[in-house]
């Protein structure tokens, strides 16, 4: 206690000496706790581990004497391996040893090496080998008369089979061999019908980038339009097939068109299938190249002259192979009489193929003149999409975007006008930014399709369009909630498309309609007041 420097130490000290007194007096006790080590146990005579054991007694105890050792049953214990090959006798094959010492008289001086072991089944089938060498090699070019043949491999499954006192059963005939048919049965009926039954059906494709339309609608309009070029159509021709006139159109279309028109049998239905990628093709199944999808870098001024109506844009990069599918023209028509201003949809990162196919089809139904998808992260014209569509993809512009935000402001600049789908805004945001925020209401009313060319921006379906696409916008526009405290705030994105752009359309038809409308409303109005007055 005097080395220890402070109170600490000393107190530290103190407790470690009293720990080894307690311990000191437990093990002279003999009350020490905790697991005890395998000595301990060993010597312990409270324990049946040791020398209180049966085993221990047995061997060196007190029943050494009483019960001989040698009456116990001795533990079965493995055999050595090489007791067991020196039991076993050696077999060699002394003629062919002559033999070979014989055609080899240069190694009679060499040091004998032990004779490697064969079996009779491999002495049987292969004659000695001064015969082997003498017999003409047919297959082996090149190699001469007295060149050695090679030998052959045994393989597993055959060695060491003719053992004697080997009582092993006889293995059957390898997996090969069950396989391995006769040519007669390879040309019977059964087998063929099942040959064809299991053999995968394999597509051919005219060229790399072929697509295949399926259902009624896609391929009839991709073949009333004739935007893509059209390689072969399919047809189902299974027992339950009707030819209805509906079908026989479709025949007569192709054929108007030169296009082979492929009878698909019964026994080929899964051809079909695995061109539709199992979904269902109602009987027809059409070949086509990729439809055209112009990338734009932005929107330009419109153009209405008496020989033509529409607008100019700004093409991005193409390949020669993408000119040949999209061509060349920075014209984009518009028929007459639809809207007094064009209105052109931008989706942003639309995921599900199947939103993308509806609002492609609302965009076709409503009359909008083109559709812009963004490359990025976006659903592609897959066969999905375009059965989702219902061949509205066949009939409509369609646009590629690299860079969203750059493409609406370089298209402000030639005099377009953005509106960005978004939620409703809270009441706060809306009294700060008041000017910022519209409604369909308000579109409804100011109509600005009769002014301006509009641009609609819709965005994903999980979170909506990005703030700088938002900000590169001059309106926000979103739908006003019928039911404010319900627990759904939010549309799907092909069904909020809708809406909004029948907005714009609704908006601009009626204030086009107005003054005709309203003089023919007057009108019969005073026609109905002549015959009510004419009753009375």
């Not at 312990?44 to 049953?73: A, R």
């Not at 021709?237 to 006139?245: F, L």
């Not at 920075?330 to 064009?342: A, E, K, L, M, V």
């Not at 369909?440 to 109509?447: K, N, V």
Request: proline letters at 8%; one cysteine or more; hydrophobic letters at 30%.
């Amino acid at each position: 206690m005097a080395g220890a420097a402070s109170p600490r130490q000393q107190a530290k000290l103190r407790k470690k000496l009293t720990h080894k007194e307690h311990k000191r007096l437990k093990e002279r006790e003999g009350e020490e706790e905790g697991p005890q080590s395998r000595r301990k146990r060993f010597i312990n005579p409270d324990k049946e581990f040791g020398k209180t054991s049966l085993v221990y007694q047995l061997k060196h105890g007190v029943l050494k004497d009483e019960v001989p050792v040698d009456s116990l049953q001795q533990p079965v214990r493995p055999r050595p391996r090489d007791g067991f090959r020196a039991e076993r006798p050696a077999r060699r094959n002394d003629s062919r040893d002559a033999d070979k010492q014989a055609s080899r008289p240069w190694e009679s001086s060499r040091t004998e090496r032990p004779a490697r072991r064969n079996d009779s089944r491999d002495t049987d089938r292969q004659p000695p080998r001064q015969a082997r060498d003498r017999q003409p090699s047919g297959g082996d070019r090149g190699r001469g008369s007295d060149a050695p043949a090679p030998r052959q491999g045994r393989d597993r499954q055959s060695f060491g089979r003719d053992r004697p006192g080997d009582s092993r059963p006889q293995q059957g005939p390898d997996r090969q061999s069950r396989d391995r048919r006769p040519d007669g049965d390879r040309d019977s009926p059964e087998y063929s019908s099942a040959a064809r039954k299991m053999m995968p059906m394999a597509i051919k494709y005219t060229t790399a980038a072929s697509q295949f339309l399926y259902g009624r609608s896609v391929v009839k309009a991709a073949l009333e339009q004739s935007r893509r070029r059209l390689y072969n159509l399919y047809v189902y021709g299974g027992e339950n097939r009707v030819d209805s006139y509906y079908n026989q159109s479709m025949i007569r279309l192709a054929e108007s068109q030169s296009i082979p028109v492929t009878i698909v049998p019964n026994d080929q239905q899964r051809l079909m299938d695995k061109m539709s990628v199992g979904r269902p093709h109602n009987g027809f199944v059409l070949e086509t190249s990729p439809l055209p999808q112009i990338p734009v870098t932005a929107l330009g001024q419109l153009e209405v002259t008496s020989d033509r109506s529409g607008f100019h844009i700004t093409r991005g990069h193409q390949t020669r192979e993408e000119e040949a599918v999209n061509g060349t023209s920075s014209f984009i028509s518009r028929p007459s009489g639809r809207t007094p201003q064009p209105l052109v949809l931008l989706l942003h990162e639309i995921l599900d193929p199947g939103n993308l196919g509806a609002l492609l089809r609302t965009a076709s139904y409503l009359g909008v003149d083109a559709v812009g998808i963004t490359q990025r992260s976006s659903s592609t014209l897959t066969p999905v999409v375009l059965k989702s569509a219902a061949g509205a993809v066949e009939e409509i512009t369609l646009f590629s975007v690299d860079a969203p935000a750059d493409f609406l402001e370089k298209s402000k600049s030639a005099g377009w006008t953005a509106y960005a789908a978004v939620a409703p805004p809270e009441g706060k945001l809306a009294r700060m930014h008041g000017d910022k925020f519209v409604s369909t209401d308000d579109i409804e009313e100011r109509s600005p399709l009769l002014d301006k060319p509009c641009i609609l921006v819709l965005g994903n379906e999980g979170h909506g369009l990005p703030r700088h696409i938002k900000v590169a916008a001059d309106y926000e526009l979103s739908i006003p909630r019928v039911v404010p405290d319900s627990c759904i705030d939010s549309l799907n994105v092909s069904v909020a498309g809708a809406l909004l752009a029948h907005a714009f359309i609704k908006g601009a038809k009626v204030k086009k309609a107005e003054n005709p409308f309203d003089g023919m409303a007057a009108s019969r109005r005073e026609g109905k007041e002549d015959k009510s007055e004419a009753l009375f």
